[in-house]
């Protein structure tokens, strides 16, 4: 596996890509923290989008059920190699490291990997 940082110039361009790779995945969004400690918020969903806004600087994930919002994200990583897309963790504005899981690697074309 390859964790590396996404810039901000380059995330919009990457989620779009990425949701017009994703189909029928299926994610977890974890989140960790000193003042939300440690829980599941969102567990087999059907992923179906990532945007990056730089205008807003907001960050949203899109189910099938509910859209989870992340505003003004300090980091963003990418956890991809040849498997393809294993998940993203983002660094919110409190601190707190929200972490995106695909249940199965998401196979993406060669220019959406390191």
Do not use: C, W
């Not at 974890?30 to 990532?50: K, M, P, R, S, W």
């Not at 730089?54 to 099938?64: A, S």
């Amino acid at each position: 596996m390859a964790i590396r940082s996404l810039l901000p110039a380059e995330r919009r361009a990457y989620f779009e890509q990425v949701s017009r790779t994703l189909g029928a995945q299926r994610a977890r969004v974890e989140i960790f923290g000193l003042g939300v400690g440690a829980q599941t918020v969102l567990d087999n969903i059907h992923l179906t989008g990532l945007s990056y806004d730089p205008r807003t600087d907001e960050l949203e994930i899109f189910t099938d059920e509910i859209g989870h919002h992340i505003a003004q994200p300090r980091e963003v990583y990418v956890d991809d190699d040849v498997e393809g897309l294993h998940s993203l963790e983002i660094v919110d504005d409190d601190g707190n490291k929200q972490i995106l899981r695909l249940k199965r690697p998401l196979t993406l074309p060669a220019s959406g990997q390191a």
